[in-house]
């Protein structure tokens, strides 16, 4: 295949993105993408279409390259790529760029790396004929559709697990509900309880020098709203203090810094080498389901409850004993396992789409330099 050289400035205008406003933020809207994941909603946008973003700036994912959600407000944590479509199509420069080792080559940072837009202009990427790129890309979107597919699925099922949580033990519209008295709010048979009581946290970590071989790291900018986003490859060696703590199949994931940020997970089946920064409480489940107690610290009230105790005006973040001493109301067991059996096969599904997610993806990428070799 017959490749043009090119500097991605010949091609593409760059700008930063840009912080939004406090008076911009809302509780709902179009998102506010950094670069690592959606953060927030505000009122406005920046840009109506998705846009290629190279990650500037920041922990763990420094020259990443991702596509913005469309109808977004993309933050100065990014770089937002405007390329000329008479020589690249935009598809096909998300793909190809994302091949290359941005922040190994251009990494201009000291304690944390960082991309600039006069570093990225002066990149090197040949680029077939506009009809290859195109070509390419109509094939590898086919797989984006796939992912997109899963995702879809994914959503759909958090929010059926999401609705039963509220219909059960917000709306106290469950099964029986009409035949149990209701007394200063609290079902007959149900008890008022700290989280401390029915789960445990941060019941594991690896001590210093004792993290296996090569581990799957997992740092507060890989989690987004209910999702592990991507875990980095890193020898023992290589590996950040904060990485310490261990989570099983079913423990809960919470960031202490910026609750507001919602970077919170259900761990799914793990691998045995993740291991996960002290920046995160991991709540184990005792005496209720896991399925019930993640619903419970991921609910609106439960978000403010962290937001109004965190500490720090520069860096605002709540402790693990800020999560033990809340107030959990405990349905009876009964009831627990009946949520737990409706929903649990949903959690399995959805490690099971998101799996897919992972080998699709990695198809993909490795589909790529084929395709370009003809």
Known sequence: ?????????????????KMPSNDILSDEGFPVFTGYRITGYAKEYLFDEPRVVVVARGVGGTGDVKMSPKKSWITNLSIVLDPDKQIVNEKFLFYRLGLEPLKDKLNTGAAQAQITIDSLKSYFLPLPSLKEQRRIASILSAYDDLIENNRRRIQLLEQAARLLYKEWFIRLHFPGHEHVKIKNGVPEGWEKKMINDVAGANEQSY???????????????????????????????EAPGRARRRAKHGDTIWSNVRPNLRAYSLVLEPEENDVFSTGFTVLTAKTVPFTYLYQFVTT????????????????????????ERTKILVPTETLLQKFHETVEPYYCLISSLDRGIKVLTKARDLLLPHLMNG
């Open 207 to 237: 001590g210093k020098g004792n993290l296996p071989e090569t581990i799957n790291y997992i740092d507060i900018s890989s989690v987004s709203q209910g999702r592990i986003l991507s875990k980095t490859d890193l020898h023992a060696s």
């Open 1 to 17: 295949m017959r490749l043009t050289p090119y500097r991605l400035g010949e091609f593409c205008q760059m700008k930063y993105g």
């Open 300 to 323: 609106d009230d439960f978000v403010s409850y962290l937001v109004n105790h965190t500490t720090g005006a520069s860096y605002p973040a709540v402790r693990p004993p800020d999560f």
